[in-house]
């Protein structure tokens, strides 16, 4: 059998700047270090970060504390979080991705200039994200969202409409929207769409399908928080329905190696390689034992 890890799957820039900043600060520091949410959606990653002193915090317990210091994941946050960091003299070192954080500048400068705010500020993505929530906070929680792109329907087009786009959803799926707010907006409502999606992760999209369908079956490795995960697996299942979703090593299926001549390592942006090494180890080591 042929084992292929995908190089081009793995932690996007985001990601790889925001665990860069908690390793240098974690080894620079005797200080608690807390990281507002899963530093990745990956548990795996997040366990690794956990035995080096990174301490994972919600909202809940952020508001409770004091005098200490907090990283921001790449997701981004919304304007309270940086509110409530001054009040309790929180030192913020803010991992926020760049493609993120001009989004969420392009959002507020949109809301902002809007004075009777009688346009619909509309941000295609998932509803209680990290990310959304941190680009609807630009808009004081007035920014509607839009899942998929039947739920178009439910605009205003009698009324302005201002389209934004989470990083990291589906291109595809945007031009769609695109298309039927072209098709059915008011004669006298203004319409302007802003494709802010990144194009490092747009494009693992068709680079993925292309790789799904060079192998027998494909391995999958994700973390199951991962919305960027699950959009580019369902793409390796659309051409390769011998593909599965793991976390870990120790999940995969032996009955899965049956028959098969070509193996394919992928992840998603919150994978990290060490992860898909291991499970590279896992496949040669079932072979071995196979044998």
């Known amino acids: 059998m042929t084992i292929e890890i995908d190089q081009g799957s793995g932690f996007c820039f985001g990601v790889t700047r925001a665990i860069g900043k908690a390793e240098e600060v974690l080894a620079d520091s005797t200080q608690p270090l807390y990281c507002l949410g899963d530093i990745v959606h990956n548990s795996m990653e997040c366990d690794r970060l956990g035995r080096m002193g990174l ?24 304007p309270e979080t940086y509110h409530r960091a001054e009040e309790n003299h929180i030192e913020i070192i803010d991992a926020t991705c760049p493609v993120v954080l001009h989004l969420q500048e392009r959002i507020k400068r949109e809301y902002d200039n ?15 994200h990290a990310e959304v929530l941190g680009l609807v906070g630009q808009t004081e929680g007035t920014a509607i ?28 799926e945007f031009r769609r929207i695109v298309e039927y707010i072209r098709q059915h907006i008011s004669p006298t409502a203004t319409f302007k769409y802003y494709d802010t999606i990144c194009r490092q ?16 079956v494909v391995l999958f490795v994700c973390g199951k928080k991962s919305s960027n995960g699950r959009v580019l ?7 390769n329905p011998h593909s599965y979703m793991i976390d870990a090593a120790n999940e995969i299926e032996p009955r899965w190696l049956i028959e098969c001549h070509s193996l394919g ?19 040669e080591q079932l072979l071995g034992s196979h044998e």
């Open 265 to 283: 390592i992928c992840g998603a942006t919150s994978t990290p390689k060490w992860l898909m090494e291991e499970c590279k180890i896992r496949v």
């Open 201 to 216: 992760v747009a494009n693992r999209m068709p680079h993925i399908r292309e790789f799904a369908s060079r192998h027998d």
């Open 145 to 172: 969202v839009i899942e998929k792109p039947e739920d178009v329907v439910n605009l205003d087009f009698n009324r302005d409409i201002y389209l934004y786009s989470q990083t990291t959803k589906p291109l595809e």
């Open 233 to 239: 697996f369902d793409e390796c299942r659309s051409v």
């Open 114 to 128: 809007d004075s009777t705010h009688r346009g619909q500020i509309v941000i295609f993505g998932k509803p209680g």
């Open 55 to 78: 301490k994972t915090i919600g909202h809940e317990e952020y508001d409770q504390l004091r005098d200490a210091t907090v990283l921001l994941r790449a997701h981004g946050e919304p």
